[in-house]
């Protein structure tokens, strides 16, 4: 064997791998594992230029994947004031007059609770005095909504409601006045187009610097749902010819509906386009919205009587979309939150062959789904990805928006992941940053907490949570041969946590340091660095 770049020892090696589940040492050369074994193996694999580290009794396991987030298309969702913090319209509207600046200047927020509102209809008339009729813009958390100012609708030309190709809606009032509550990507869009754009250059430096944040806490990738307005490839490219993407990327484009074999064509065309740390891999659609904006596609209306429609107006159009995608060997991942909308994408997939398909498909969020589910998932071979930190914006009582729009029935089966798993499951684990941080701890601890898990009882083991943003994040992306176990041959992406993840109590877990990150061989975060 030839030298190692680098030696990992002193540490407790979770490998995930069947053949050798746990070892003490690592060796690392040309961006991949070498070699694992223990202590005395060592000297066997130094060279002249060997750079040993000593883990110090540290826990080392396969690199940490986020399943689903959006770091490039996030640094421009979360920006402006952070509202995550706000509790209520009192709070809303002390942040906004804390926001303002010159006359005339765009006030923008994102990460807005439903629950801020205390069950009242998001209305701009709630907060256009604290505003003194600046244009404002406030993203809602879940990415998906947004409430928009007077002074912004007039700026979009909004004066009523508009028909649009995709399920988006400008809410408006009994009399037909908009609300400034915006629905879906669509009708945001209208207003979202007239925002101050960061300049390529602050594009660039925010995405680095937010990549290696996430490094920070254990992240080693990202599977990332979006490719952007078009030029994320180009910024990615200029990133790495600066310098190195502190993560491994893997983008999904986007399909919306309507999409023809044009549009289809060219999605297909991008698969594997990359660069060193990043490339294209398989297609992000979406099959409903989210329950607080009532856009959930559910198989009986929610208590607000929406929710019955799916976010492709003819979903066979999505079904046909992803029979060509599946054709062509392009896996897809799917947004479906509600029962409906499940139940919709696994009987696509089913009618493609099961695992006779041509591609690794995925569902994205799962947010409640009958028990009558819960088999399929594994049956058809179709990844579950959840993201645990969603649970954050709902309550153990159900006097949330997200449960009160569902009601006690539903509300109780949601976020099954321990139910996903032992129904046989694969289960990917990722933030949805920016709906949610993105600080893997925190995944990893809010997925064995029982609120993480909607019900008692059903929290992961330390060791579930692990593989899912580990070996269940790789099977969900096809890459389980080259990712998820530390193994010779494997990808060198480690992270080394000073106490045992699979082990270590929940609420320590989730501020535990982390001792060394390792993407692709380099070292992208060491602890006092």
């Known amino acids: 064997m030839p030298a190692a770049d680098t030696v990992l020892t002193g540490a407790r090696v979770r490998t995930l791998d069947p053949a050798r589940p746990e070892a003490r040492a690592v060796a690392l050369a040309d961006g991949l594992i070498t070699a694992v074994g223990d202590e005395h193996d060592v000297r066997d694999w130094r060279g002249p230029g060997t750079e040993v580290i000593d883990l110090g009794g540290a826990t080392l396991t396969p690199g940490l994947t986020d399943a689903h987030s959006h770091p490039v298309w996030g640094i421009e969702m979360a920006t402006g004031t952070d509202l995550s913090a706000v509790r209520d319209l009192d709070g809303l509207r002390a942040a906004l007059r804390a926001a303002r600046r010159a006359p005339g200047d765009w006030v923008v927020g994102f990460g807005l609770d439903h629950n801020a509102f205390g069950g009242r209809p998001v209305d701009r008339a709630l907060i256009e005095e604290a505003l003194a009729g600046a244009p404002a813009f406030l993203r809602l958390y879940d990415g998906h909504s947004a409430l928009a100012s007077g002074a912004a609708l007039r700026a979009a030309g909004i004066t009523g409601p508009r028909g649009f190709a995709q399920r988006s809606e400008i809410v408006c009032d009994a009399?037909?006045?908009?609300?400034?509550?915006?629905?879906?990507?669509?009708?945001?869009?209208?207003?979202?187009?007239?925002?101050?754009?960061?300049?390529h250059a602050e594009r660039r430096a925010r995405l680095v610097g937010l990549l290696g944040d996430m490094a920070a806490t254990g992240l080693t990738g990202a599977h990332v749902m979006d490719l952007g307005d078009g030029d994320v490839p180009a910024l990615l490219a200029t990133v790495e010819y600066e310098g190195h993407l502190p993560l491994r990327l893997r983008l999904a484009p986007w399909c919306m509906p309507g999409a023809g074999a044009q549009e289809l064509a060219e999605l297909i065309a991008l698969q594997g386009t990359g660069g060193r740390h990043?490339?294209?891999?398989?297609?992000?659609?979406?099959?409903?919205?989210?329950?607080?904006?009532?856009?959930?596609?559910?198989?009986?209306?929610?208590?607000?009587?929406?929710?019955?429609?799916?976010?492709?107006?003819?979903?066979?159009?999505?079904?046909a979309a992803v029979r060509a995608l599946d054709a062509a060997g392009v896996p897809t991942a799917t947004h479906a939150i509600g029962d409906a909308a499940v139940r919709h994408v696994l009987d696509t997939v089913a009618a493609l062959g099961g695992r006779a398909a041509r591609a690794r498909h995925r569902i994205e969020h799962i947010e409640t789904v009958p028990d009558d589910q819960l088999k399929r998932f594994a049956e058809l071979g179709v990844a579950a990805s959840m993201q645990p930190p969603h649970t954050?914006?709902?309550?153990?009582?159900?006097?949330?928006?997200?449960?009160?729009?569902?009601?006690?029935?539903?509300?109780?089966?949601?976020?099954?992941?321990?139910?996903?798993?032992?129904?046989?499951?694969?289960?990917?684990?990722?933030?949805d940053w920016p709906v949610a941080h993105h600080d893997a701890r925190q995944v990893l601890a809010t997925a064995r907490s029982p609120l993480g898990a909607a019900a008692a009882g059903?929290?992961?083991?330390?060791?579930?949570?692990?593989?899912?943003?580990?070996?269940?994040?790789?099977?969900?992306?096809?890459?389980?041969?080259?990712?998820?176990?530390?193994?010779?041959?494997?990808?060198?992406?480690?992270?080394?946590?000073?106490?045992?993840?699979?082990?270590?109590?929940?609420?320590?877990?989730?501020?535990?340091?982390?001792?060394?990150?390792?993407?692709?061989?380099?070292?992208?975060?060491?602890?006092?660095a």
Do not use: N, Q
Request: hydrophobic fraction near 40%; glycine fraction near 12%; include cysteine.
């Open 175 to 199: 009399e037909g006045r908009p609300t400034g509550h915006l629905v879906e990507h669509a009708a945001m869009a209208l207003v979202g187009a007239l925002l101050p754009k960061p300049t």
């Open 278 to 319: 990043w490339r294209v891999g398989g297609v992000k659609l979406f099959m409903d919205g989210t329950v607080e904006g009532g856009t959930a596609w559910l198989e009986h209306a929610d208590r607000h009587g929406r929710g019955t429609d799916a976010f492709w107006p003819d979903p066979e159009a999505y079904s």
């Open 392 to 431: 954050a914006y709902t309550r153990a009582d159900h006097t949330d928006e997200w449960s009160k729009r569902l009601g006690e029935e539903r509300a109780a089966r949601a976020w099954r992941c321990r139910d996903l798993r032992d129904a046989g499951a694969v289960l990917a684990l990722g933030s």
């Open 458 to 528: 059903r929290a992961l083991t330390g060791l579930m949570a692990v593989e899912g943003m580990t070996s269940h994040a790789a099977l969900a992306a096809g890459e389980e041969a080259v990712a998820g176990r530390i193994a010779p041959g494997c990808r060198a992406d480690l992270t080394a946590f000073v106490l045992d993840p699979v082990t270590a109590p929940p609420d320590e877990l989730a501020g535990t340091p982390v001792r060394l990150t390792v993407s692709g061989g380099r070292i992208t975060h060491r602890e006092g």
